[in-house]
């Protein structure tokens, strides 16, 4: 019984663990950041991400993450320059809890502008957040949007 017990236990710890392989965390900003447009093509499609439409050498890259139950990840990223910009669109409240889990040693400010929560974090940037109920209405889903703005010393790296 002891063995079945530990084998169920250890079996939903790997589930979980890999569920959550495919969500974005705050190492997974800061290389994308850090890093070009190519590389976090191919750091997003390990993760499980496809890449929507997009020219060759297009400034903007746009990726979706279809999950069961109807939920997914939609991540715009453009480039300006040498800073990336990050565009999260998620349905997935373990998306939006591991990134505040991940994000949580690591702020030096919070505060709220209305409806949006804005946390200042250490060598990475602003991250701006904003909750809206989902359509059609769900009380058990919402919708997040994330915006990533870099801090002036973060540069992605060709």
Same mark, same amino acid.
């Given at each position: 019984?002891?063995?079945?017990?530990?084998?169920?236990?250890?079996?939903?710890?790997?589930?979980?663990?890999?569920? +959550? *392989? !495919?969500?974005?965390?705050?190492?997974?900003?800061?290389?994308?950041?850090?890093?070009?447009?190519?590389?976090?093509?191919?750091?997003?499609?390990?993760?499980?991400?496809?890449?929507?439409? !997009?020219?060759?050498?297009?400034?903007?890259?746009?990726?979706?993450? @279809?999950?069961? +139950?109807?939920?997914?990840?939609?991540?715009?990223?453009?480039?300006?320059?040498?800073?990336?910009?990050?565009?999260?669109?998620? @349905?997935?409240?373990?998306?939006?809890?591991?990134?505040? @889990?991940?994000?949580? +040693?690591?702020?030096?400010?919070?505060?709220?502008?209305?409806?949006? +929560?804005?946390? *200042?974090?250490?060598?990475?940037?602003?991250?701006?957040?904003?909750?809206?109920?989902?359509?059609?209405?769900?009380?058990?889903?919402?919708?997040?949007?994330?915006?990533?703005?870099?801090?002036?010393?973060?540069?992605?790296? @060709?």
């Amino acid at each position: 019984m002891k063995k079945t017990c530990l084998t169920l236990l250890f079996s939903f710890i790997a589930y979980v663990s890999f569920a +959550q *392989q !495919s969500l974005i965390s705050y190492e997974d900003i800061k290389y994308l950041l850090h890093n070009n447009l190519g590389k976090a093509d191919t750091f997003l499609v390990a993760k499980g991400y496809t890449l929507k439409e !997009s020219k060759p050498n297009a400034k903007t890259k746009k990726y979706t993450l @279809n999950q069961p +139950q109807n939920t997914q990840n939609n991540i715009e990223m453009r480039s300006d320059g040498k800073k990336i910009f990050i565009s999260l669109q998620t @349905n997935v409240l373990e998306q939006y809890n591991l990134l505040l @889990n991940s994000i949580s +040693q690591y702020k030096t400010t919070n505060s709220n502008i209305g409806d949006v +929560q804005v946390y *200042q974090v250490k060598d990475l940037g602003t991250i701006y957040i904003t909750v809206n109920d989902s359509a059609p209405y769900d009380p058990l889903k919402k919708d997040y949007d994330i915006q990533i703005v870099p801090d002036k010393n973060v540069t992605a790296v @060709n």
